[in-house]
């Protein structure tokens, strides 16, 4: 047999799945053509808060081709005019009376095409009766305030939840003992995914009743479940299939309403239905990221050595809290904030409020609010240890949790598994030349002219998670592999996850290879069919390789238990004698009696033992032991035109630390991705309101994406510190450089300004906010 | 995104064109590179009954020059122009901006035509029109009219071109010894339209000093904007960065920008001071031969 090249863990096979899209031949939800399909779009509202007071359809169902409109109250006689957040809070489909952000969804308009849809739009005729918006989110919680959600009754305020963690009272007491505190407001501003492909969906009732979608969901198992509980049919009857997705980023975890409205126009009409988001719709009603009002002390002795951290926050959740969290941690986690520092004492507390804005506070890669909580204490330590006249380096490398630490228990109750910050931190000082940079920024004050130099050292928690913390409704975060080997040795392997451009089909294939010894190529990767695939919680928050990545491991395990007695059996020796070695069964000591996986396969179908079941797969549902804890650090150099305000960034190192790296090649895809990722609400993106609600940023003219032109050149570099308790020591990545980089790049910038006496500048950091710290402040 | 029914002409002459717009006063549009238009109808900003379709009249996209003019036709791309060597060489506040001008899909299919007739204040070129002191063609159901650059710009989207006219030709005067030209544009990302854009030209003499100078203004105001005041001034004066200091302060003076997500008031009359500053000298050290 020819010896293919195994493709196993380490090796930078190209992605399988690159074939197809490159050329354009990816299969995504607005590929999907069905006989007799109509199109649905959907009237939003132009208000940010008003009552509806009469919805005129004449004009839309006169237009040709509009079939039905569907308004809350037709919702409301099915009951399904409200439906469920994840976080268990609630949303509406389509409003019955009152409107509670400008772009909500107000009606639906289904025609025979998409043009006919959207004339049927623009004729429909609302009387609306606007009322004052609520929002700021401070203000919202003022008492006088007007009660937003006059639907659940007895409520008396804006107030979602207060959640807290840490010991109040010591942490008081430590900052009042510590020789110097120091205090900042930092606002993390409300940003969407963005992804290329908005949201949509087209559903489809066959003639036996059973409900088939096509859906832009990273988590196709857990939608399938929250349809049967909100629809009331039997999760038999529901198949949900994602398709290629062109990207995800979080912004496809929750159901939107555009998908109910689909789904009960195919059920009522009994044609199939298409939704395809336009790209406003999508930037102004889909659940959006962030947006969190930070206050943050940290103190330290004189010596610089860091004592205990206080936040305090308020997090603005739109209308509804339509976050995708863990139940358990309405914050997500945010108290992974203490970061790559070993505080005694630390407390933390957030406090959500509801305001006229469109709902969410998902997870924009950051997995669960770890760039909020990252941006902050990066952003702290750098003023810390200006104000002790310290090198913001040589701060971080005496307070880092070293690495005999590890097992480390955080004071707020995490325990981070691995970590060597200060190898991952001098390696992007070495790599920049960090000594010769300041030698250089001292003679460049000289001369008036601005450079900043700007570190980020991130600690990143992800792989949600262990079931005893970690559940979505209910529905506990294991996740799942089922491998099966075919008679040939070829492999068919399915999973509870799904990749939106992650590259599963690689790295899975790849895991797999590793532990079976079949070559990639011969293992085929699906996902998102919740017919075929195993029960799982979906991919976000960086968990798809430690929580379905480890099954993978686990179930290709379990084959070889089996393996190993059929290889005694061929091999006509005990099974004790049997190990696995170099990928290949062998007898114990005789490196010329083995036997392939491929041999084993097909031997499981035409000569097992006698008394054993024939064929040779197997099922994993993994539970995590632990979270992982990747780490990294990054050192941002930015000059800045003092005149404009504009800052170039000269040099961006990224050090990364993720563990066992299975695909060298994808990993730094995803540092790159995610890095850009990281650049762009740095500099560029962001969402605003004007007092009256309006959103400031509908299309790309206003909500700015990076081209390849304004985007920095990354330089990457790795260090290996593996998880101790996954099975091949990997960690997450996905989300690491988004987490990490926008530290580094404030850093770099307030560092600029130094002289100015600038302590923060919140994100984004256009360039008129530079000119105005420049210029509201004299140069010594 | 999805616009209305619309009816579709494809005339083959000007005449067969201006008919049309005549006939349909106040419903019709012309469709040049459509990279505002067809955005704006996406969005029902615009909702024309009648799209009148110029691409395929013969003859009316070319850059050429005569001993009085650069002449440009109006379905010319703005990234032809750019590409142009005689504007390369002789025009180059021209060529600046077709390279600032959205990005490289936009400059393919946009016009010059369309850039400098539609009154959107964030095009980039009706500036450096002003600041040459062009003239543009009109052809309209009574014949044809020239008007000058200056003074053809009402408000926004508003023009001396009436709704039964179509621009034909763009004609900047051939410049003489002694002459630079530079367009800056300041921008948030490639594809934005400018927070400030400045064009700028100036004629000097053998000794260094300035005979005269025309700038333009980009985006700080309701429309492309002349900086009169800042232009005279420095008629006769001697290159300094002193004088140019001046004139960007009079520049400065002549916007009126209004707030928005590129930033306020004072920062975008601060932004026109600097940019006018920087693209006076630059216009000067290629008028001294420089690049």
């Known amino acids: 047999m020819a010896t293919a090249p195994l493709g196993g863990i380490g090796v930078s096979v190209p992605r399988k799945e690159d074939a197809r899209f490159i050329r354009g031949k990816g299969n995504y939800v607005d590929d999907v053509q069905l006989p007799g399909m109509l199109f649905l779009d959907i009237v939003r509202s132009p208000y940010a808060y008003a009552k509806i007071l009469a919805i005129h359809k004449e004009k839309t169902l006169a237009v040709p081709g509009v079939l039905a409109v569907i308004t809350g109250k037709d919702l409301e006689a099915a009951k399904l005019s409200w439906m469920p957040t994840l976080m268990s809070d609630t949303q509406m489909v389509l409003p019955t009376d009152t409107v509670m952000f400008q772009g909500q969804e107000v009606v639906g308009v289904v025609a025979t095409d998409r043009y006919a849809a959207a004339d049927g739009v623009a004729a429909m005729e609302i009387d609306y009766e606007p009322m004052t918006p609520v929002i700021d989110p401070f203000k919202a919680l003022d008492p006088g305030a007007p009660v937003l959600r006059t639907d659940k009754p007895g409520r008396k305020d804006n107030h979602i939840w207060h959640w807290e963690v840490g010991d109040k009272d010591g942490t008081a007491q430590a900052l009042k003992e510590s020789d110097v505190v120091i205090k900042e407001k930092i606002y993390i501003p409300r940003i969407h995914v963005s992804s290329i492909e908005t949201c949509g969906c087209v559903a489809q009732v066959d003639s036996m009743g059973k409900l088939t979608v096509w859906l832009t969901t990273q988590a196709p198992h857990a939608i399938r479940t929250v349809f049967a509980l909100v629809s009331g049919l039997p999760e038999n009857q529901i198949r949900i ?149 310290m090198d913001p380096a040589e701060f971080r490398l005496k307070n880092f949790i070293p690495p005999e630490a590890f097992p480390f228990p955080s004071v707020l109750g995490w325990t981070y598994d691995s970590g060597n910050y200060a190898g991952a931190l001098k390696k992007a000082m070495e790599i920049i030349d960090y000594a010769g940079l300041r030698k250089e920024q001292v003679e460049k004050r000289k001369r008036g002219e601005l450079m900043g130099i700007g570190i980020s050292s991130f600690t990143e928690i992800v792989g949600a998670g262990p079931s005893k913390d970690f559940d979505i409704l209910g529905i506990k975060m294991f996740d799942s592999a089922e491998v099966r080997i075919h008679p040939t040795g070829k492999v068919l392997a399915r999973f509870g996850t799904k990749s939106q451009g992650q590259g599963h089909e690689t790295t899975y294939a790849q895991i797999l290879a590793e532990e079976l010894g079949i070559p990639v190529e011969g293992i085929s990767v699906e996902e998102g069919d919740t017919d075929t695939a195993p029960y799982g919680l979906g991919t976000y928050a960086s968990r798809s390789t430690p929580t379905a990545g480890a099954a993978a491991v686990i179930a290709a395990r379990k084959i070889r238990e089996k393996g190993a007695k059929i290889a005694a059996h ?92 299975i695909n060298p090649m994808i990993v730094d895809g995803q540092i790159h991705g995610g890095l850009t990722m990281g650049f762009a609400p740095s500099m560029l993106e962001e969402i605003q309101y004007d007092a009256d609600g309006n959103n400031k ?20 570099a790795k260090t290996t510190t593996p998880s101790p308790h996954h099975p091949i020591g990997a960690k997450g990545v996905g989300e690491s450089a988004t987490v990490g980089a926008p530290p580094a790049f404030v850093n770099a910038v307030v560092d600029a300004l130094e002289p100015y006496g600038v302590t923060n500048i919140d994100i984004p950091l256009s360039s008129y906010k530079i000119w105005q710290a420049i210029h509201s402040k004299d140069p010594p | 995104m999805y616009p209305p029914n619309f009816e579709y002409y494809v005339p083959s002459t000007v005449e067969e064109a201006v008919g049309l717009l005549d006939q349909h006063q106040g419903d019709a549009k012309i469709l040049a590179g459509g990279q505002s238009l067809i955005a704006m109808m996406k969005l029902r900003l615009a909702q024309p009954a009648i799209l009148v379709d110029i691409n395929r009249i013969p003859n009316l996209a070319y850059v050429r020059e005569d001993d009085k003019f650069l002449r440009i036709g109006a379905t010319t791309r703005t990234a032809e122009l750019s590409r142009s060597t005689i504007v390369q060489a002789r025009y ?28 959107d204040p964030g095009n980039d070129l009706p500036a450096c029109l002003l600041a040459m002191g062009a003239e543009f063609e009109i052809h309209g159901p009574k014949g044809i009219r ?51 854009g400045v064009g700028a030209r100036v004629v000097v003499d053998s000794s260094g000093k300035i005979l005269n100078a025309g700038i333009g203004l980009t985006n700080v105001g309701p429309t492309a904007i002349y900086a009169t005041a800042a232009s005279d001034f420095l ?47 630059k216009a000067l050290d290629r008028a001294k031969g420089g690049k």
């Open chain 2, 235 to 281: 008629a006769g004066k001697t290159d300094s960065d002193a004088v140019l200091a001046q004139a960007a302060v009079l520049a400065r003076d002549a916007s009126a920008p209004s707030p928005d997500n590129r930033g306020p008031v004072d920062f975008k009359k601060d932004m026109v001071r600097i940019w006018t500053r920087r693209t006076l000298r």
């Open chain 1, 697 to 716: 940023a509908t299309s790309f003219l206003e909500y700015l994406l990076p081209t390849a032109v304004e985007t920095p050149h990354w330089e990457t």
């Open chain 2, 146 to 196: 020239t008007l000058p650059a200056r003074g053809f710009y009402q408000d926004t989207f508003v023009t001396s071109v009436a709704t039964n006219e179509m621009m034909t030709e763009i004609r900047v005067p051939r410049p003489g010894a002694g002459t630079g030209s530079a367009y800056s544009k300041m921008e948030r990302k490639v594809g934005d339209f400018a927070t400030v």
């Open chain 2, 92 to 119: 180059p506040i021209l060529s600046d901006a077709g390279r600032e001008i959205a990005d490289p899909i936009v400059r393919n299919r946009g016009t010059v035509g369309g850039n400098v007739s539609h009154g």
């Open chain 1, 241 to 389: 299939i994602s398709p290629d997705i062109g990207g995800g980023f979080g912004g496809k975890v929750p159901v939107y309403p555009g998908y109910v409205i689909a789904v009960v126009a195919a059920l009522t009409t009994g044609h199939p239905v298409k939704f395809i988001e336009d790209r406003t719709g999508n930037l102004t009603s889909d659940s959006f990221a962030r947006d969190y009002h930070i206050e943050a002390e940290i103190g330290a002795t004189k010596d610089g050595r860091l004592t205990a951290l206080r936040v305090k926050t308020l997090a603005d959740h739109g209308y509804t809290d339509a976050a995708a969290n863990p139940s358990k941690f309405p914050a997500g986690m945010f108290h992974v904030i203490t970061g790559s520092y070993p505080f005694k004492k630390a407390f933390v507390e957030v406090d959500a409020v509801y305001t006229n804005k469109p709902p969410g506070g998902i997870a924009y890669r950051c997995s669960f609010r770890v760039t909020e909580a990252v941006h902050a204490i990066e952003r702290l330590i750098d003023i810390l240890a200006h104000q002790l006249k």
């Open chain 1, 570 to 661: 061929l091999l006509e020796v005990s099974p004790d004698d049997i190990e696995w070695v170099d990928h290949k069964f062998q007898v114990k000591g005789v490196p010329g009696k083995s036997k392939t996986m491929a041999d084993v396969a097909f031997a499981a179908y035409t000569n097992h033992p006698q008394g054993m079941e024939a064929g040779l797969e197997a099922v994993d549902y993994y539970d995590p032991p632990n979270m992982t804890y990747p780490f990294g650090s990054y050192i941002a150099v930015v000059d800045i035109d003092k005149e404009t305000g504009q800052i170039k960034t000269r040099r961006f190192v990224a050090v990364d630390d993720c563990g066992t790296i």
